[in-house]
């Protein structure tokens, strides 16, 4: 039999430690995991190799060779461009005339792979995927079986609100040749989100196999150090070159050449590479030293991985950290735990780098320097780029210029040279800094960019629908700390960034693969400011003018010092409003002065109250959010908006359906039903609302925080715009938004947020998703039970280590009974995993 052994990844996930070689030649106990598979596989007698490369292939085959010194054969097969897992397998199509199993070479497993391939042949299958339990299911892909192990879905590596099991695919297949003709020529095709769906469609024999033994993909620098660990504690065996010496109570084992001093200081394993010295009195306990490297004494270190040719100078303490290749630790100095020094660095001494630093290849820290976060461009920078479509950080601290100039080009590379890019910023002078960093990366890359300063983020959005620009960038401060800045990424339909456009930009600056315009192709930058009078007339259209001048509303609108003050006074005055405009002041010299938010509404609602307006409203700085104030200066939640605003559109007989996230009230339903209204509901990232809202069938989407889309102006969150339409569909209804808010069935709505462990939380969700197997359930994001006319959901945070609890009922008491009960199953279900 044949395996086909997958090593062409990039290995972006788990830099620094892939800057000078592929991941699958990143050593495990000084030797290359892929050779840790290649044994496995050939002791199951599987010796035919064909070994799929793409990202620095010459590596592997200068290593491996024909394979003879390993006992095995070696076809090398690398294919022109990256095609994708399946893509890949075609490529070797002729090599592959009979069964044949399918490996990543980055694995680290013990799986008894005969069983497997028994299993295959017993179920006559076509196809079938080596399955596993793990605990964190995010980055792999979640697999559902029935009763006979026949596959039934996938969840191609789910977000948290989608994840409904912990049982994944490894990455290990069996196949039949004749699968290979559902795999186009020459195109990107993927096994788990084209090939395996595609078998499942047509009904192909496709089975999974849960295998039994240790198993851990070796994807990020966690997961590797984590391999350690397991094989320290004994939880899986692998072959070590290096003998095993005779001392009690110790697994020591020695290389040839080696120099050691004092035995006594080893404990537990320790693996010391051929031609090493470990001098004077040490203390040394699980760890791995590499080939040609000296440890001097005084020397502490505990479960480290250190690689081939490097030096640990006296007194130097490191804590279950990883040392790459030709790296010089300073006398004195302190890892701490999680740390990453990657190939080719100096770290001075004295100098501390504290827990989880990474430090990229080719960095110099000076003597007594104290590191607190990675360093990638030579300045600091946390572990991931993206939040959904937003990038975050210090501003100055982490968003430095250098790094936005570089994100820029990375971002500008991800596009076809000589498109066009708006940009735009709030107030904050330190936005206006930035982008223009960010604006000369694009430049650099070949691409023009369309400069809006300062506006607001609607007004962005509405451009980006027209034709003219692939994408957009808007600069602003953060609501919840003034000293952090986002950066704001929208596509060419002025939609958040996709997780995959993210993570295309994220590879491109992690690889610095930037694409460099030449001398004469810069881009360029023009001014645009035409924006402001297109938005008017689109604003303008969509609205009953006759009607809103007729009503002559008078309303009170807190600004919160956003560029919005510059444009929706003029508009709401040409509809016949009055306005009160609240901190409409807008100094670009000083920025955004963020207000307590509920110390503003205090002050709004008194306001409303004297003057005796129709309505008042806080409007967030980037205008894409509302708060509403009724006409008695009482405060609506984001739930009250929400339910008020779609009585209203119902009321005043709007055509169309509405879209709200599966965290919004049942009360929605209940009011559509009587006008025969459809409500589709959303998964709660703000991609999914504003791709509901770009459906023609679609009048409104509405959050539960205060933003609303209609997609006849636009299909995006826009505050102002929804000021203009709630009081136009009050006109129109002929009540006041008290009255409106009388109309909705009443109900009891509550929420919370328990801490969760990352580690924890798919197993959580498949603790919940048991629980529920015999109950009415959703999983349109997280776990929704239905008890009648109550429910409860079960969404676990994307971006925090937290777990978010939502329970509706007829009244008080019983919302808290019901998420007092899961609340309780939550915590339980923890106590079971730890």
């Given at each position: 039999m044949k395996a086909v052994i997958m090593a062409g990844g990039f290995g972006t996930r788990i830099q620094p430690l892939t800057g000078s070689m592929p991941k699958p030649m990143i050593p495990l106990f000084n030797r290359p995991i892929m050779l840790h598979i290649v044994e496995l596989l050939k002791k199951h007698d599987i010796t035919e190799l064909v070994m799929l490369l793409y990202h620095q292939p010459f590596y592997i085959k200068n290593f491996f060779r024909d394979g003879s010194d390993f006992g095995v054969k070696i076809t090398y097969v690398t294919p022109i461009a990256d095609m994708g897992t399946a893509g890949a397998v075609k490529a070797a199509e002729k090599y592959l005339d009979e069964r044949f199993m399918v490996i990543s070479g980055d694995l680290l497993?013990?799986?008894?792979?005969?069983?497997?391939?028994?299993f295959h042949t017993d179920h006559k299958a076509k196809a079938t995927i080596t399955l596993t339990s793990v605990k964190d299911p995010l980055q792999f892909g979640v697999v559902i079986t029935d009763k006979e192990k026949r596959i039934t879905q996938f969840l191609e590596k789910p977000g948290w609100g989608e994840v409904i099991s912990d049982t994944i695919n490894t990455g290990i297949y069996v196949l039949e040749p004749e699968i290979l003709k559902y795999i186009p020529e020459g195109e990107n095709f993927d096994f788990s989100q084209d090939l395996f769906p595609l078998m499942l469609k047509k009904k192909e024999a496709l089975y999974g196999v849960t295998a039994k033994g240790y198993w851990r993909d070796i994807g990020n620098t966690d997961s590797y150090r984590e391999a350690y660990h397991d094989i320290f504690k004994g939880k899986v065996n692998l072959k070590i070159d290096e003998p095993k010496q005779d001392f009690v109570g110790k697994d020591l084992r020695i290389g040839a050449d080696v120099k050691l001093e004092y035995a006594a200081g080893l404990e537990g394993t320790v693996v010391i590479g051929d031609n090493s010295q470990v001098l004077g009195d040490v203390r040394i306990k699980d760890s791995v030293?590499?080939?040609?490297?000296?440890?001097?004494?005084?020397?502490?270190?505990?479960?480290c991985i250190i690689w081939d040719n490097s030096y640990v100078k006296?007194?130097?303490?490191?804590?279950?950290?990883?040392?790459?290749?030709?790296?010089?630790?300073?006398?004195?100095?302190?890892?701490?735990?999680?740390?990453?020094?990657?190939?080719?660095?100096?770290?001075?001494?004295?100098?501390?780098?504290?827990?989880?630093?990474?430090?990229?290849?080719?960095?110099?820290?000076?003597?007594?320097?104290?590191v607190t976060s990675n360093m990638i461009w030579g300045?600091?920078?946390?572990?991931?780029?993206?939040?959904?479509?937003?990038?975050?950080?210090?501003?100055?601290?982490?968003?430095?210029?250098?790094?936005?100039?570089?994100?820029g080009c990375a971002y500008g590379t991800s596009l076809p040279k000589g498109s066009f890019v708006l940009g735009g910023r709030d107030s904050n002078p330190s936005s206006r800094m930035l982008k223009r960093c960010f604006m000369g990366g694009l430049l650099s890359a070949g691409i023009n960019v369309r400069d809006m300063k300062m506006i607001s983020l609607p007004l962005v959005r509405y451009k980006l629908k027209t034709f003219g620009e692939v994408g957009g960038?808007?600069?602003?401060?953060?609501?919840?700390?003034?000293?952090?800045?986002?950066?704001?990424?929208?596509?060419?339909?002025?939609?958040?960034?996709?997780?995959?456009?993210?993570?295309?930009?994220?590879?491109?600056?992690?690889?610095?693969?930037?694409?460099?315009?030449?001398?004469?192709?810069?881009?360029?930058?023009?001014?645009?400011n035409s924006v402001g009078d297109f938005y008017r007339e689109g604003f303008l259209r969509v609205l009953d003018r006759e009607l809103l001048k007729k009503s002559a509303f008078t309303v009170v609108v807190d600004f919160n010092f956003s560029p919005a003050s510059q444009m929706l006074p003029q508009l709401l005055n040409g509809l016949g409003f009055s306005v009160i405009a609240l901190n409409a002041y807008v100094d670009e010299g000083r920025g955004v002065q963020i207000k307590e938010k509920e110390q503003a509404l205090t002050q709004l609602s008194a306001i409303v109250s004297s003057l005796g307006a129709q309505g008042g409203f806080w409007l967030d700085p980037s205008a894409e959010s509302i708060t509403l104030v009724d006409e008695n200066g009482r405060i609506c939640s984001g739930i009250e908006l929400l339910s008020l605003t779609v009585a209203l559109l119902l009321k005043t007989g709007q055509n169309g359906g509405i879209a709200v996230p599966v965290q919004a009230p049942s009360t929605i339903e209940q009011m559509a039903a009587l006008k025969g209204c459809q409500v589709v509901r959303t998964k709660s990232s703000d991609r999914a609302m504003l791709e509901a809202a770009s459906s023609s069938e679609i009048m409104m989407t509405g959050t539960t925080d205060g933003r609303f889309a209609f997609p006849r102006f636009q299909s995006a969150f826009d505050g102002m715009f929804a000021i203009a339409k709630l009081m136009e569909l009050s006109a129109a209804a002929g009540v006041t938004l008290s009255q409106a808010l009388t109309e909705v069935p009443p109900t009891a709505f509550l929420q919370t947020s328990l801490p969760c462990p990352w580690e924890m939380k798919g197993g959580i969700m498949r603790k919940m998703s048991e629980d529920s197997l015999e109950k009415e359930a959703s999983f349109i994001d997280g776990i929704k039970v239905h008890f009648g006319a109550e429910w409860v959901l079960v969404l676990p945070?994307?971006?925090?280590?937290?777990?978010?609890?939502?329970?509706?009922?007829?009244?008080?008491?019983?919302?808290?009974?019901?998420?007092?009960?899961?609340?309780?199953?939550?915590?339980?279900?923890?106590?079971?995993m730890a």
């Amino acid at each position: 039999m044949k395996a086909v052994i997958m090593a062409g990844g990039f290995g972006t996930r788990i830099q620094p430690l892939t800057g000078s070689m592929p991941k699958p030649m990143i050593p495990l106990f000084n030797r290359p995991i892929m050779l840790h598979i290649v044994e496995l596989l050939k002791k199951h007698d599987i010796t035919e190799l064909v070994m799929l490369l793409y990202h620095q292939p010459f590596y592997i085959k200068n290593f491996f060779r024909d394979g003879s010194d390993f006992g095995v054969k070696i076809t090398y097969v690398t294919p022109i461009a990256d095609m994708g897992t399946a893509g890949a397998v075609k490529a070797a199509e002729k090599y592959l005339d009979e069964r044949f199993m399918v490996i990543s070479g980055d694995l680290l497993t013990d799986f008894n792979l005969q069983k497997i391939i028994d299993f295959h042949t017993d179920h006559k299958a076509k196809a079938t995927i080596t399955l596993t339990s793990v605990k964190d299911p995010l980055q792999f892909g979640v697999v559902i079986t029935d009763k006979e192990k026949r596959i039934t879905q996938f969840l191609e590596k789910p977000g948290w609100g989608e994840v409904i099991s912990d049982t994944i695919n490894t990455g290990i297949y069996v196949l039949e040749p004749e699968i290979l003709k559902y795999i186009p020529e020459g195109e990107n095709f993927d096994f788990s989100q084209d090939l395996f769906p595609l078998m499942l469609k047509k009904k192909e024999a496709l089975y999974g196999v849960t295998a039994k033994g240790y198993w851990r993909d070796i994807g990020n620098t966690d997961s590797y150090r984590e391999a350690y660990h397991d094989i320290f504690k004994g939880k899986v065996n692998l072959k070590i070159d290096e003998p095993k010496q005779d001392f009690v109570g110790k697994d020591l084992r020695i290389g040839a050449d080696v120099k050691l001093e004092y035995a006594a200081g080893l404990e537990g394993t320790v693996v010391i590479g051929d031609n090493s010295q470990v001098l004077g009195d040490v203390r040394i306990k699980d760890s791995v030293i590499g080939r040609n490297c000296t440890v001097e004494a005084g020397v502490r270190l505990n479960r480290c991985i250190i690689w081939d040719n490097s030096y640990v100078k006296k007194g130097a303490k490191i804590t279950d950290s990883v040392i790459c290749s030709n790296v010089r630790i300073g006398q004195g100095a302190t890892l701490e735990e999680g740390v990453i020094v990657a190939d080719e660095t100096s770290v001075g001494d004295e100098a501390v780098i504290k827990a989880d630093v990474k430090i990229w290849p080719k960095k110099t820290i000076e003597a007594g320097a104290t590191v607190t976060s990675n360093m990638i461009w030579g300045e600091k920078w946390k572990k991931a780029l993206f939040e959904g479509a937003i990038i975050k950080g210090l501003s100055n601290v982490e968003l430095t210029p250098e790094f936005c100039a570089k994100l820029g080009c990375a971002y500008g590379t991800s596009l076809p040279k000589g498109s066009f890019v708006l940009g735009g910023r709030d107030s904050n002078p330190s936005s206006r800094m930035l982008k223009r960093c960010f604006m000369g990366g694009l430049l650099s890359a070949g691409i023009n960019v369309r400069d809006m300063k300062m506006i607001s983020l609607p007004l962005v959005r509405y451009k980006l629908k027209t034709f003219g620009e692939v994408g957009g960038v808007h600069f602003r401060q953060a609501q919840d700390d003034p000293a952090l800045l986002e950066i704001v990424f929208l596509d060419g339909d002025g939609l958040d960034f996709s997780s995959n456009m993210g993570k295309n930009v994220e590879r491109i600056f992690f690889k610095e693969n930037f694409r460099r315009a030449h001398h004469t192709e810069p881009g360029v930058i023009t001014d645009i400011n035409s924006v402001g009078d297109f938005y008017r007339e689109g604003f303008l259209r969509v609205l009953d003018r006759e009607l809103l001048k007729k009503s002559a509303f008078t309303v009170v609108v807190d600004f919160n010092f956003s560029p919005a003050s510059q444009m929706l006074p003029q508009l709401l005055n040409g509809l016949g409003f009055s306005v009160i405009a609240l901190n409409a002041y807008v100094d670009e010299g000083r920025g955004v002065q963020i207000k307590e938010k509920e110390q503003a509404l205090t002050q709004l609602s008194a306001i409303v109250s004297s003057l005796g307006a129709q309505g008042g409203f806080w409007l967030d700085p980037s205008a894409e959010s509302i708060t509403l104030v009724d006409e008695n200066g009482r405060i609506c939640s984001g739930i009250e908006l929400l339910s008020l605003t779609v009585a209203l559109l119902l009321k005043t007989g709007q055509n169309g359906g509405i879209a709200v996230p599966v965290q919004a009230p049942s009360t929605i339903e209940q009011m559509a039903a009587l006008k025969g209204c459809q409500v589709v509901r959303t998964k709660s990232s703000d991609r999914a609302m504003l791709e509901a809202a770009s459906s023609s069938e679609i009048m409104m989407t509405g959050t539960t925080d205060g933003r609303f889309a209609f997609p006849r102006f636009q299909s995006a969150f826009d505050g102002m715009f929804a000021i203009a339409k709630l009081m136009e569909l009050s006109a129109a209804a002929g009540v006041t938004l008290s009255q409106a808010l009388t109309e909705v069935p009443p109900t009891a709505f509550l929420q919370t947020s328990l801490p969760c462990p990352w580690e924890m939380k798919g197993g959580i969700m498949r603790k919940m998703s048991e629980d529920s197997l015999e109950k009415e359930a959703s999983f349109i994001d997280g776990i929704k039970v239905h008890f009648g006319a109550e429910w409860v959901l079960v969404l676990p945070d994307q971006y925090l280590p937290v777990v978010h609890i939502v329970a509706e009922a007829r009244d008080h008491k019983s919302a808290q009974r019901l998420l007092g009960e899961f609340e309780k199953k939550i915590v339980a279900w923890k106590k079971e995993m730890a």
